[in-house]
């Protein structure tokens, strides 16, 4: 069959249709972006008929025949004598024996590895790579898990603006090296201004008087447009034109391209601040070696923060010609840039889309070669030790804030949150109805039965369904329980007295008159175990203070033995309490979860002390130690994705590697604390560099 063309509208299918084709041994000789896709030339790995590239099917863009399958009828062949498909086979093979050698026998060669070789090869770097690859989850082990788990660490890192956010009425002023492409980028936004808002409310302004021809360029850009066009001299403050911008509220700025090595970088950024409020937006030139980016981030960034520009915003251009885009995406990422647009060309306004997280990180990874980077230049070793190790905490914590139930209350409470932003009692959770320092601990699940130990109201994603106590409540507790109308289910200790038939008796001695009820697997430190039921009905009167007359409950005494699976030997009994009415599916579900959560109490204890000792938790310790340790139990649990990425992480940050709540915990307090330490560096930092 000889060397084959397949083409996908991303690397994935292009790599699906090679598969399918040839097998899973197929040499890929090259792969690049294109305007169908990503096109990828393969050959059987024991074929040696020739030179003869063919199409799989793909949608013609312009609306014609597509070409046919391979296999599946005409192919297109192109004459090559059988020296190119020896000579093509060789230089495979010798690849091949080469990246053999970089990896001598023993060395580990698993999912981290090949994530590694794939991110350097794209154009990341290592310092950028290696911390990423230290929160792979140990569940993921198959290709396909480890693939799926770098697109989604890659895409939360990458930060894309919120559609038309660059769109809003202001000052765009666009600033970057000279060549980047700043003046048709000026155009194609323009165009885009100009076609949703009208021409006559958008202006575009040069104050490139630098380059030759560059007005001109820019001019005729305006006079296909249709939109104004100012010129601003050497100098002259962009302020000098607030009258006769003041009817256009949408303007667009063309600056002098400077190499980031240029003493007048600084003067030409403080000409663009002033009265007037501008937003710069700095090109990234997606052809650009890593180093140079790197270089061209730092210097600008701190040379617009020096004249009171916040440079937030960039735009990736030139993406057509590069052969690599993991260079841009890394140093955008690694300084938490914004990305707009994506340049692809030179047509006006066509070749400028949305930046798109997924489409970009896709690219990235199907446009490979070869890297031996260890690093860049740059900051001293130990400062990016530092910044690699901020960034793995800020990716951590947009996890939380993503998965966490109202993770945002725990942060306000962890830098001491005012009782005055909490909710009215009509709001808030049932166990934060209590006075005192130490309120009752209740732990509140979700629909689907997971932890949410909310310290404020909860989060709309997050509503609470039903309610676990570590203890029978008392009076004013269970008044507060009974008013919320949802399920519940209490500890209870084997001495714990109920009314029985006009006897008040310890739970331990009414188990011989409770019936049989069911049997239910369950999972007991870390085991499978059998939970053989008994339930009986009995009366309780709660004690405590609490408004009203002292009463006498109705209750649904259960108990259980839990058995080895295997053996049936008894590792242990429980007592538990619910009220009288509730469904058979209710106690069961509630029975199961108590069990899966019995070390909250314990947990929440521990948070407490350590919060104390951390200097954390404000006004209110005990809320912010509930809400710490549901969420660990609640880590533990969850098997989706966050979860799953989340964990991998926090282990990591905290060097272990025995997943259990108590470890979740004691790394989600260390997370706390290794955030508000750099943040400290951070502000000390700042203090020095304005002294």
Known sequence: MGVQRFVGSNNREAMGRVRAALGDDALILANRATDQGVEILALAENDSSGYAPSEQAV???????????????????????????????REVRDMREQLARRAPAGEDDGPRQALRRRLLGAGFSAVFSDPLLAGLPPEAQRDEQADDWLQRQLQRRLSVAAPGDLEQPGVIALIGPTGVGKTTTAAKLAARLARRHGAERVALVSADSYRIGA?????????????????????EPLDRLARSLADRPWVVVDTIGMSQRDARLGEQLRQLSGALRVRPVLLLNAASQGETLEEVVAVYRGTARTAGLALDDAIISKQDEASRLGPVLDAAIRHDLRLHYVCRGQRVPEDMVAADAAGLVDDALALTGDSDDDGRPGAPGWARQVLAQGRALDASLLLLREGAPDFAAMEALWHGGSPADRPSADQAPVHLRHGGSRPAPVLGLDSHGLPIGVPTAPDKRFSVAAQLLPAPPDTALWRALQQSGQPWLSAARGNSRVWRLGQRLPLNECY???????????RHRGRAAQLRLRRLDVAASPTG?????????LLCAWFGEIRDLDSGRLLGRRYWLAPAGQSRQQDSDLLVQMLRCEEWPALRERAAADLNAAGGGGEDPWG?????????????????DWALDLRAQLLSLSGSRRRSPATLLTALIELFSARRELQRIGAVAGGAGNA
């Open 545 to 553: 203070r609490g408004d009203g007359a002292p009463f006498t409950a």
């Open 215 to 235: 007005r001109d360029q820019l001019r005729i850009y305006a006079d296909l447009l249709g939109v104004a066009l100012f010129n601003l001299e050497e100098g």
């Open 59 to 89: 949608p013609d863009r312009a609306g014609g025949a597509a070409a046919a399958p391979a296999g599946h009828g005409a192919t297109d062949r192109a004459p090559a004598g059988p020296d190119l498909t020896e000579q093509l086979l």
């Open 512 to 522: 011989p008159l409770a019936a049989p009820w069911d049997s239910l697997m369950v």
């Open 624 to 640: 912010l130690a509930g809400a710490l340790a549901a969420l660990a139990v609640r880590l533990d649990q969850d098997n989706g």
